[in-house]
């Protein structure tokens, strides 16, 4: 049973204020954030959703949602803007380079709700946002296989543990700093045994082409692209790493204040999650040109893919909170991060979630 969340009155983060983890400098300066629409609430009130026999009235006319710049499917198709701009309203995206910068501009507000690996939500935490945990991504038997540490063709390391002392670079706060951990467990090494460098990947992707970066840890779609392109060579993919999976987030105060309208955008992006499931080569065509990607390589992209949603559980939870705790016990957190904080009652969860959520595993 989850706990009461109980507000902090500790006050957020201000905009341009920056946070310490072990040595790692985050801004809350939003970094690659570009928008699609004027983020002006102007207009006629937004109209109400019937529900059952219950009529709902929303209280904002203008959802913000942040993607990376990996792509969002739900985006392209649009089914969001297809349900709600006929109710009055919105749909303002925003792209970010990854993770912990879509995290930052929800930090300061900039938007309300985002996709993101495990990790990103546990250094929002550490920085005081205000967050809730709204959904997880459902792992499929391909999971893991679009993440891997990856070397150049022609790189004279030829195992995992031969990459101590070596220069490695991932996003710090990404769902790659996490993978590292994991697998350096695995060959007996310790993250003090690698040269940590942090960069995002929209910039890593050309250092690692020139062969500047010994050793990349990565995802879809750069990972694609130097494997088919550039002969990449993987080392280990995150097959089995034992993460929990990425999340849907969402500010605190947006989600308390429109309950129903989380439940519809979960509804429509899992609906959309069920149709990419089944349809994987029209997601490539439709991906492909956005991204400017061969479609052959989008092909193996979606095909590792997840699409589908899973419901917040106590159990999922639980492994959210072992990855904190990784984290902390590595001193790459300043302290303890208790995921509860970042949670609703059963009963508030009960109302965002909607049924395919529930009833599937």
Not at 25 to 50: D, F, Q, R, Y
Not at 143 to 158: L, T
């Amino acid at each position: 049973m989850f706990k009461s969340f109980v507000k902090s009155k500790t006050t957020v983060i201000s905009k341009l204020a920056l946070f310490t983890i072990s040595g790692f400098l985050v801004s809350t300066t939003l970094i690659s954030c570009t928008s699609t629409i004027s983020n002006t609430n102007t207009g006629t009130e937004p109209k109400a959703e019937p529900v059952g026999a219950k009529t709902i009235t929303f209280k904002t006319k203008l959802l913000r949602i942040g993607y990376q710049s990996s792509g969002d499917l739900v985006r392209v198709r649009g089914v969001l803007e297809k349900r709600l701009e006929p109710l009055g309203l919105k749909v303002e995206w925003s792209q970010f380079a990854q993770g912990p910068q879509l995290m930052e501009a929800m930090n300061v507000g900039k938007i309300d709700i985002g996709s993101v690996g495990e990790t990103p939500p546990i250094f929002a935490q550490a920085a005081g946002a205000k967050i809730i945990y709204l959904a997880g991504r459902r792992l499929g038997p391909n999971s893991g296989k679009g993440s891997a540490i990856a070397v150049p063709k022609g790189s004279p390391i030829k195992t995992l543990a031969q990459i101590k002392g070596q220069k490695v670079v991932f996003q710090k706060g990404s769902a790659s700093h996490y993978f590292i951990i994991k697998a350096l467990e695995e060959v007996n090494l310790k993250y003090s045994d690698i040269k940590v460098l942090s960069m995002p990947n929209v910039e890593a992707r050309g250092a690692f082409i020139q062969g500047t970066i010994p050793v990349w840890v990565t995802g879809d779609p750069h990972l694609a692209l130097v494997e088919k392109l550039y002969g990449a060579r993987v080392l280990r993919d995150a097959t089995n790493i034992g993460t929990p999976g990425g999340y849907y987030i969402g500010t605190r105060e947006f989600t308390k204040e429109n309950p129903e309208l989380v439940r519809i955008i979960l509804e429509e992006i899992d609906k959309n999650g069920q149709w990419a499931e089944v349809n994987r080569k029209e997601v490539a065509k439709l991906i492909a040109p956005v991204l400017k990607i061969d479609l052959p390589i989008q092909e193996v992209i979606s095909s590792r893919a997840n699409y589908r949603l899973r419901g917040i559980t106590p159990e999922l939870m639980q492994v959210q909170q072992r990855v904190a705790d990784l984290f902390y016990n590595e001193k790459i957190l300043p302290k303890k991060i208790d995921v509860q904080e970042a949670l609703l009652t059963p009963q508030e969860y009960a109302a965002i979630t909607p049924p395919t959520l529930i009833s599937e595993k």
